[in-house]
């Protein structure tokens, strides 16, 4: 692994400015509450400002939307967009979709979407899980049945998120319920606004909105198709890989462990707390941060932390979120029931960080895949152990 340091160019330095004054100007302190409130992942204004500076495909050529930007400068704006907390769910999956658009869509179609897409007026959810599970993504049970020109879709979509502020669903049907399952499966870029298409809200005790989507007659031009009929599998693998953190670029630029971006929560918690620590002074005189006890705890979660931010691979997705999981659990532990108090609550902790690192924490080791599944990948890809078998499965009945 190589840690060495990357020295700015006067060139890369007079973009980190100005990315950092765009940003400071943009992503207010009304945005972060937007995002609080709303749990969206998304803020239409900060979108849409980003897109203006093609940023939000920051390696695109200019002409084509994007703003033409190497290796370091990418890093350097994927940074800031951390350091102020830019709302990022949609902007992700938008991102991941148009790998599958790019390659298997309607050149004509690709093409038409592009500028909105990098504009930020055009953006893409992820419509995988169903109602019945969202692990086996390949036993989707949205029926897709082909009537002329059109497709005819019926069925649901659970935790759909982003759904309500975008145009169009990466969304998987069954195409051929007769054949063995991954064969059976075709791609959609379903746009949102047809008829029969209801979203409904859910939102989390994480914090977070997402939706489920009920399709019911919704007729899609078969121009939406993504790849071939029951070839579904091979479009969706792309960005599945992606969201499953491999392929990473090997410039040595990009964060190691994909469970990172889980990590900056429990960054603000602990920050939170090494506050709290510093400010409060026990009954008997004594200042919290003084305390050998409570610093060996903190010490501790610090390591914790450092450890997923450099655990590569499937295994880093796993040790971010347990790390943020128990993590925020025992930064509860140590502030006691302040740190219960909720934001917008009177005395919340740092705006009610760490109550909201532990909530939102739970659902980190369910989306993109669980841990369980990510366990198996392990075991799978990276020990070459042989693929698991569980009650039920066909290969124990004779
Ligand atoms: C906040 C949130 C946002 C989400 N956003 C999206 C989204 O935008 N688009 C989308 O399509 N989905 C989204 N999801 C769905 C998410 O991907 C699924 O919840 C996840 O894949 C697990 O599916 P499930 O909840 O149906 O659990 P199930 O698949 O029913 O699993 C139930 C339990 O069994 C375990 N399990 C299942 N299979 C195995 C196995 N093979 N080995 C070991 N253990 C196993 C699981 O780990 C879990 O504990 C979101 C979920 C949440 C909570």
Known sequence: MDFSTVDLTPGQQRFAEDVRGFLDETVTPEVHEHERLTGDGFNEGVHVALGSRGWLFPTWPVEEGGAGLDPVRRRILALELERCRVPHVTLSTTALAWNAVARFADPGLAAELRPGVAAGRVRFCLGYSDPEGGSDIAASHLRAARDGEEWVLDGAKMFTTGAHNCQYTFLIGRTDPEVPKHKGLTMFLAPLDLPGVEIQAIHTYGGERTNA??????????????????????????????????????????????????????????????????????????????????????????????????????????????????????????????????????????????????????????????????????????????????????????
Do not use: C
């Open 213 to 398: 989507v009920y399709y019911t007659g919704v007729r899609v031009p078969d121009r939406y198709r993504l790849g071939g009929v029951n070839e579904g599998w091979a479009v969706l693998h792309g960005p599945l890989d992606a969201e499953h953190g491999a392929g990473k670029e090997a410039d040595g630029l990009t964060d190691v462990s994909p469970g990172r971006v889980f990590l900056r929560e429990f960054e603000r918690a602990l920050d939170a707390t090494v506050d709290w620590a510093r400010k409060s002074v026990r009954s008997d005189g004594t200042r919290v941060a003084d305390d050998p006890a409570f610093l060996d705890r903190l010490g501790r979660q610090i390591v914790e932390l450092e450890a997923g931010v450099v655990t590569p691979g499937p295994m880093g997705r796993i040790k971010g979120s347990l790390a943020l999981i128990e993590g925020a659990a025992e930064l509860m532990d140590l502030v006691g029931p302040e740190s219960l108090l909720a934001h917008g609550a009177d005395g919340a902790l740092a705006g009610g960080e760490l109550d909201f690192a532990h909530r939102w924490a739970q659902g980190t080791a369910i989306y993109g895949g669980t841990i369980e599944v990510f366990r198996n990948i392990v075991a799978q890809h990276v020990l070459g152990l042989p693929r698991a078998v569980f009650p039920g499965s066909k290969a124990l009945v004779r």
